[in-house]
């Protein structure tokens, strides 16, 4: 049994009266990364979010399989809006787990926790963490693992995880993406939301996230936070020991002066961040090693100039430097596979 | 107000029917290191511990001005026994706030709760970290501060951190010892169970345990784990970079071969542990340095043997090298003030 939060795919997308695709999204990351999990959408008048998903209603969605319907839309605050609540008492009369990443819990509004438990489906919180998390062991597992870590939060760890995962298993190799965010646990139907661990536990969450697989297969791990944060440093290096990384991808924005809403903590250099992480990361893995760079060069519009910054970051890193989005990962699965 | 647990002295303290000094540790903690908050021991028949302390009914120390009834023991497994409840009953209705350090919850001992309630007392459960902490906000605080850290955890940082406070306090100088842990708590009076905090706000709360204060007043700060401890990494380096230390002291043990309880991590080189931490408490505070090493030399029996190590550790690091309890911490207050 696993004790991360498992989740039943296939979901019904609930977006609402969502007018704003910004608080879409979660749908949006969903529907692009896993779309075979999302087999339609649940909208009401005055929604003009379109996933591109047929619209189904609850007795539809599940005629077609669906087991669980995730709330897609997060309004400013995380906060659930009232008006949701008859549809999700209708959903879960119809059988449905209900999955949200919302701030307000799902268990605390006693209506839902009661409809539930008659209904026999699960209120899935994934802010809330599985409890009986165990110490780390810091034992090393079978299997390879790739953590993707970052000079900054909020700067492509998790898209690059799961461009890597998914070029991993276009070459036919063995992976999976493991998930450490909310809309990365949706995306995986798994994982674990690490930065609402106790701290004690957060290597031993972090363990639970990769477990022991064959020797071929690769685990995808999604970063949280940064080294050179000063509020999530220690989520992150919790995760990097945890995951036993045999191989690190560093995620960066040159854009990014300074860390973000932390104008007096300044970017970090590149090669630091990267000998920071090396060193941290071989107290529970010593054969670590750094294999490229993700690069949000979007703000650099010329393409000359860009390519000249990804070729000069190379030169400096001795490492494949590419934007996910725009080179795609290939170079760096050639890196992965050059050894 | 504070967001740290905040406790009411003077203690009696709790010591039931113990017949086991190890099992009284915490209440030897208090009397070493807090004697001026602790007024009384209360004692069953069958006890065999005796603090020194005048044996005083519950109504006897609230005439002396007792506040709280703190839990001085702690059996296998630190679960209350059930045979002690019916007396914390009658310390409630006496009026005295109860303090435990135990893993069982005096909140969820619903006798214990509702008795608490109605006479209006407190039930302070020290593991279970208040509410409402913030994020990390990186920002510099007046005030200096010092930090024990250490090459594995129960390696004397605790320990380290009162007896520095105590003989800057000898010396004239104003500080105050800044409790992370639960015993540490009890003896100051207030503090952060660190290793109990959300991941997320482990640095926050390590801004919360050492405020702002004057320029020249010290807080000296309970260190927690290792940065080379495979679970506790991460919780030692949000306490870090959440206490902005501008003076580190590293607590080590040459016995320690390897971190306890982990064969398969060998103990710290010390230049290397020091680096380490002073490459990540520079990220909160650039002019960090280390000003000591404190060695547990207990199993150095030869004194000649013992001096020769200190003074080999002293010419390698640069620093005083002292076992706090043989040696005092004179050298490292020296050390200190010597900038």
Same sequence: chains 1, 2.
Avoid at 324 to 333: R, S
Wanted: proline share 6%.
């Amino acid at each position: 049994m696993s004790l991360n939060i498992t989740l039943s795919p296939p979901y019904l997308i609930y977006l609402g009266n969502t007018q704003d695709k910004a608080i879409a999204k979660t749908a949006y990351g969903l529907v692009e990364w896993a779309p075979e999990k999302c087999i339609g959408q649940f909208r009401t008048s005055g929604c003009t979010v379109d996933l591109g998903l047929p619209d189904l209603t609850f007795d539809q969605s599940i005629a077609m399989g669906a087991k669980s319907l995730v709330l897609g839309c997060a309004p400013a605050g995380g906060r659930l809006d009232p008006s949701w609540i008859a549809q999700l008492l209708q959903a879960i009369e119809a059988g449905l787990d209900i999955v949200s990443g919302l701030h307000t819990r799902l268990r605390d509004i006693p209506v839902l926790l009661s409809a539930a438990e008659q209904n026999n489906v699960r209120l899935i919180d994934i802010r809330i963490p599985p409890k009986d998390i165990p110490i780390a062991k810091g034992v090393k597992r079978s299997g390879k693992r790739l953590l993707t870590v970052g000079t900054d939060c909020a700067i492509g760890k998790k898209y690059a995880a799961l461009a890597i995962t998914k070029a991993l298993q276009q070459r036919g190799v063995l992976c999976d993406f493991r998930a450490t965010g909310q809309t990365g646990i949706m995306i995986a139907g798994e994982g674990m939301p690490i930065d609402a661990v106790i701290s004690d536990f957060v290597a031993g969450a972090a363990e639970l996230v990769s477990p022991a697989s064959p020797d071929d297969h690769w685990d995808v791990i999604e970063g949280q936070g940064s080294l050179f944060h000063p509020a999530y440093a220690g989520v992150s290096l919790g995760l990097l020991n945890g995951s036993q990384p045999d191989a690190l991808v560093l995620c960066h924005d040159p854009t990014r002066n300074h860390i973000i809403s932390y104008k007096d903590f300044p970017a970090p250099d590149i090669l630091d961040c990267m000998n920071r992480n090396l060193a941290a990361a071989s107290l529970t893995n010593p054969s670590v090693r750094f294999v490229g760079v993700c690069v949000n060069t979007s703000a650099i519009e010329d393409e000359d100039q860009r390519r000249k910054y990804l070729d000069q970051l190379q030169d400096m890193s001795g490492l494949p430097c590419v934007d996910p989005l725009k080179d795609g990962v290939e170079a760096i699965l050639d890196e992965l596979e050059n050894q």
